[in-house]
């Protein structure tokens, strides 16, 4: 399947290791799996929950798309989104972009697919953050999350209005023999530029409400676990818990937000009392159903696409 995917297995190997490893050791001293059995109970309506997520953000993701000229078919358009989630665990989720690859013979280009993801990347930001301001149990956590998102979100704006910085940037490259960087500079100028297709009212009011209705599938999923750990918090704090450890884990830059998202889950349970191995398995579950089964969607879907575009394919169908 090539050497990007074979790399990300390889990868995906490694932080599986080493994340058990982490757990092995917790478990050694905090005794976090001595309620496992209730997890594993829960785990399907988690799944179910992140699948919902999954399919609200991929409409909203079709929605774009088909604005900008470009409807994919539906099925098809899916799986390539969900292609994404197999290098999810990049830093900024850049891998994700591995969506070019896919969508490619279904007559999208390049720059449409950065515009999408840099768009969706934006409103799932703001969203994230409306919900974890619902109640603020960590001011400082709350603060930081806040300035990220906006000096990102101030980024876009600056970066968008500058384009030609871009493209002097790429042509000084290319002069240089730096090919490669001169096209990843211009791609993500291209980017920028075509996600002002999507600045009217209808793009944006769909983008933030898609956004929100799935955050707050995901937040009411991780208040569902909580209830079957037996983790009693208040409805509003328990429901901004996930969001705001979401923003922490992006803030944190480290890929997939692995050890910062659950940090944070951890710290802000533990300012409820909630006992540290209690709360290190209400983090490991709702990552467990969301980052990691992610994960495994997107190289189940890799799969199924590369095999769709094997070159065999029609002569093994044609017997």
């Known amino acids: 399947m090539g ?13 599986t290791v080493g994340y058990l490893i982490v757990l092995i050791w917790a478990d050694s001293r905090h005794q976090v799996f001595s309620q496992l059995p209730t997890l594993a109970f829960a785990m399907p309506m988690l799944v179910v929950a992140s699948s919902m997520t999954y399919l609200i953000r991929y409409l909203r993701w079709h929605w774009l ?17 969900l292609s994404g989630f197999a290098f999810t665990a990049t830093p900024g989720k850049v891998g994700e972009l591995v969506r070019i690859r896919y969508l490619a013979p279904l007559k999208v280009p390049p720059a449409r697919v950065v515009a999408a993801f840099i768009f969706e990347r934006a409103f799932d ?33 600056l970066a968008s209005a500058k384009l030609e910085w871009f493209a002097a940037t790429a042509r000084s490259l290319d002069e240089r023999g730096f090919r490669r960087t001169a096209m990843i500079v211009t791609a993500i100028k291209d980017g920028l530029s075509d996600c002002r297709i999507w600045m009217t009212p209808a793009d944006i ?6 956004g929100l209705i799935a955050w707050s599938i995901a937040s009411l999923a991780f208040l569902f676990l909580l209830e079957r750990l037996d983790i009693t918090i208040a409805f509003t704090e328990a429901l901004s818990i996930y969001p705001m450890s979401m923003l922490a884990g992006a803030a944190s830059m480290l890929p997939g937000g692995v050890g910062s998202t659950e940090a944070t889950i951890v710290g802000l349970l533990s300012l409820h009392d909630v006992p540290l191995g209690l709360a290190t398995l209400a983090a490991v579950g709702i990552r ?5 089964f992610a994960v495994v969607c997107g190289f189940v879907s890799v799969l199924g696409l590369e095999l769709l575009k094997s070159p065999n394919r029609g002569s093994c169908d044609s017997r």
Do not use: D, E, K, N
């Open 3 to 15: 050497s990007r995917t074979s790399g990300a297995l390889l990868g995906f190997a490694l932080l």
């Open 65 to 81: 798309l088909r604005r900008s000229g470009h409807a994919t078919p539906l099925l098809r358009g899916f799986a390539a989104y």
């Open 125 to 157: 930001l703001i969203a994230v953050l409306m919900l974890s301001s619902l109640a603020i149990a960590s001011t400082r956590t709350f603060i930081i999350s806040a300035v990220f998102v906006t000096a990102f979100l101030s980024g876009l704006a």
């Open 205 to 210: 009011a769909v983008s933030l409400v898609f």
């Open 288 to 292: 467990l159903s969301s980052l990691w």
